[in-house]
């Protein structure tokens, strides 16, 4: 079993940046990847952004292109979204996935295996 744990959500005015961290725990990790998908209220759970367990490997969402920068620290077993020039529209819950499919980076969420709890983060106008 893996366990992921998110931190870094808050509440932040627009213009902003957070810095989301998610720490997996529980199995010893050497491929794979790791998403960061978003749900806000009455959404369904969109992509965000995924890295490759290499690290060289990165996808974004368009609408989070050139804000959005995600990285892993693989002797930290973390991965984490650095978020800058928030908008209302980021308000959602973030979520990170872990998938340990040898070679291969998902953007769908059904292709991931392990989720963590979740971490709010709201953008006031």
């Known amino acids: 079993q893996v366990q992921l744990v998110e931190a870094g959500g808050r509440l932040v005015r627009a213009g902003g940046s957070l810095r989301l961290s998610c720490a997996a725990s529980?199995?010893?990790?050497?491929?794979?990847?790791m998403g960061w998908f978003r749900q806000a209220p009455g959404k369904e759970r969109d992509f965000v952004a995924a890295?490759?367990?290499?690290?060289?490997?990165?996808y974004y969402a368009d609408s989070v292109k050139g804000r959005f920068t995600i990285s892993i620290d693989n002797a930290k077993n973390t991965v984490y979204l650095q978020m800058n020039s928030l908008n209302p529209e980021d308000t959602a819950v973030y979520y990170c996935?872990?998938?340990?499919?040898?070679?291969?980076?998902?953007?769908?969420?059904?292709?991931?295996?392990?989720w963590g709890q979740g971490t709010q983060v709201t953008v006031s106008s």
């Open positions: 996935a872990a998938d340990f499919r040898p070679h291969y980076t998902s953007t769908y969420p059904d292709e991931y295996d392990y």
């Open positions: 529980g199995r010893t990790v050497s491929s794979g990847a």
């Open positions: 890295v490759s367990w290499s690290g060289g490997v990165t």
